[in-house]
């Protein structure tokens, strides 16, 4: 059974920098050919799609605002089975649900974490 798990702070400065972790358990962020994406949904939004991290490690922000493009970063560990999303200089408008999931292929997820609420304010 496959299980994605985010981890990070609920609670984010402005200005900081925002990590999140996702772990995997029940497959290998390595198996061909999966990807790993980080999702977000703002209250009162859409789901917006950040980017994803393909089986071989190649990264893509997929995100189309220019500013959030820029200031996302998704990196993982192997070893520990985890993939990680950066966001820098946050601001009250990055406040959302966070999820990391699993595609095949790049198509529509089929495993989602639970979700992880972020707040940015001071």
């Known amino acids: 059974q496959v299980r994605l798990q985010e981890s990070g702070p609920g609670l984010v400065r402005p200005s900081q920098t925002l990590s999140l972790t996702c772990t995997v358990f029940g497959d290998l962020i390595t198996t061909t050919p999966i990807y790993w994406s980080w999702m977000r949904q703002p209250p009162g939004k859409g789901l917006e799609w950040m980017g994803f991290?393909?089986?071989?490690?190649?990264?893509?922000?997929?995100a189309e605002n220019p500013s959030l493009k820029s200031r996302t970063s998704i990196s993982r560990d192997t070893s520990k089975n985890q993939f990680t999303l950066r966001l820098s200089s946050v601001t009250p408008e990055d406040t959302a649900v966070y999820y990391c999931?699993?595609?095949?292929?790049?198509?529509?997820?089929?495993?989602w974490g639970q979700g992880t609420q972020v707040t940015v304010s001071s």
């Open positions: 999931v699993r595609h095949p292929g790049l198509r529509w997820p089929d495993y």
């Open positions: 991290l393909s089986y071989s490690g190649t990264t893509l922000i997929t």
